[in-house]
């Protein structure tokens, strides 16, 4: 997030070092790794209800938790979801576009077009839903492991939202690895987004995915400041 918003939030950002512990994160329980998320994603809802965007963005929505939460909480706000994955998006589109949700069949990327998006069905020898959240623009680096591969309309972040008022952004994004295309294509974006929740990893686990520090060092490029992580 932008730092004139810093410190509003530094009371918030304590109650997740009592229960996080840098060293200790290996060897959190999935119990204790699931708090933490959770103070995490709650320091996100009272962060939100400081700056107060008027939209919000949610990349790589699945059912579009987040959108629906912001869309109930701040029905004024215009909410956007983005799904690549067909199966996903015939799933959930008529429930989630009943909340007023703007959900959308598409994958956020570097260039508008059509791009190559991996389902995987089985990783590292286990069989996933159907349905699943796994889906990407890059292929999975795990053995024994199998994908679907589709074409799927993508758009940039700049050209869908340029024809909108220009409202003050939050945007939430878990694309499974493929967050350096998202960012690449959302510059005049970046400059409208008081507040980023994403997913970024420090190993690879897809191939030709770009890491934390990298995606760190562009945000941070852009004007953001990292204020919370979990594990």
């Not at 410190?7 to 329980?29: K, P, Q």
């Not at 699931?34 to 699945?62: H, N, Q, W």
Request: hydrophobic share 45%; charged share 25%; aromatic share 6%.
């Amino acid at each position: 997030m932008k730092d004139a918003h810093l410190t509003c939030i530094n009371r918030m950002v304590a109650r997740l070092d009592s229960v996080f512990v840098m060293d200790g994160a290996a060897e959190l329980t999935r119990h204790e790794r699931a708090e933490v998320t959770g103070l995490l994603e709650k320091t996100l809802y009272d962060i939100v209800g400081i700056v107060e965007p008027g939209m919000f963005v949610e990349v790589g929505a699945f059912d579009a938790s987040f959108s629906c939460r912001m869309k109930a909480r701040y029905p004024d706000a215009r909410c956007l979801a983005l799904e690549a994955n067909p199966r996903v998006f015939e799933r959930f589109r008529d429930e989630i576009q009943a909340k007023g949700v703007d959900y959308m069949l598409l994958a956020a990327a570097a260039e508008s077009g059509n791009v190559d998006l991996y389902i995987p069905e089985v990783i590292a020898g286990n069989a996933r839903p159907h349905v699943n959240r796994m889906a990407s623009l890059n292929q999975i680096r795990a053995k024994n492991s199998t994908m679907v591969k589709t074409s799927v309309p993508a758009i940039t972040l700049d050209k869908l939202l340029a024809p909108t008022s220009p409202e003050r952004l939050c945007m939430w994004v878990d694309v499974e690895g493929a967050i350096d295309k998202v960012l690449e294509g959302a510059q005049r974006t970046l400059e409208r987004t008081d507040v980023i929740y994403c997913e970024i990893e420090e190993r690879q686990v897809w191939k030709d995915q770009v890491l934390a520090p990298a995606i760190l060092t562009k945000l941070e490029m852009s004007g953001f400041v990292m204020v919370a992580r979990d594990f």
